[in-house]
């Protein structure tokens, strides 16, 4: 079956464009592994419009019914290859099935960077997680640490305080990042100790995570003992996938997107947290937006 448009990845961004499409009647699948993508992973959202507060998941959860409820396909799987031939596309699913599409829109998200430490590696699953709303369960009455000074460090180490019995902030710099909302969070609960300038330079354990070597620039280095350590130190693009096409992209390797998200590769769009629009301000509303924008445009290409 051919389609109209291919959307790969299942976040917000792919959600929105996948509705805005079926509205124009646009044949459209969407097709990824996780449906809502790391927006799952909040605990969570208080700055949707009209939405006081609300869960990732149950975000996802309502976004994804919405886009069911207008007709559109999914497929719960990875595409592993893209190839273009005669102007049309066939995409590759990691579960052996082809896709044909006319258009293509990637919306496959970032993924979570990581420390790069010894240790990280070996004790993933042990005690090194990088989802709080995920992993902090199993933490229930210990010690924790969070490590980063963002949105979602601080985010996570309010969550994980309801949860933990000590929650180490640490932090390579002398100030968070994070905005107000979570700064006053932090700073009313007795839970959390932020450790300012100081990098985790070693996970240590034996079956599973028992302590972490911290170098501070002040004291120098030191262990510290944990449960477990939830990195949240940024996100990096997930464009593995279109190496093989000329698709432009920026030093930090965020695909470059016009005003409509089209790509520098013909039939091929972006939106979301992928790309360098919106600022690179990484929201639910920029990635929805970028979304609608981008199938706008898709269904002028269309028609023509």
Known sequence: MLYDLAIIGAGPAGLSASVYASRYGIKNIVIGGIVGGLVTETHEIGNWLGTEKISGFEFAQKASDHMKSLGAETKPFLVDQIEKKDGIFKLFLSNGEKIEAKTVLLAMGTKH???????????????VSYCATCDGFF??????????GNDSAAGAAVY?????EKVYLIYRGDKLRAEDFWLRAIDGNNKIKIL??????EIIGDQKVEK??????????EDLSVHGIFIEIGLEPNVNLIKEFDIESDEDGYIKIDSEGRTTERGIWAAGD????SNKFKQIVTAAAEGAIAVNSIQKFLKK
């Open 196 to 201: 300012y300038n100081t990098n985790v330079k």
């Open 274 to 277: 992928i790309t360098t629009g």
């Open 212 to 221: 972490l070597k911290l170098d501070n620039l002040f004291a120098g280095s």
């Open 160 to 164: 994980l305080a309801d949860i933990a």
């Open 113 to 127: 960077r990581h420390l790069g430490v010894s240790g990280e590696k070996d004790f993933a699953g042990k005690g």
């Open 139 to 148: 933490y229930k009455g210990k010690t924790v640490a969070v490590v980063g």
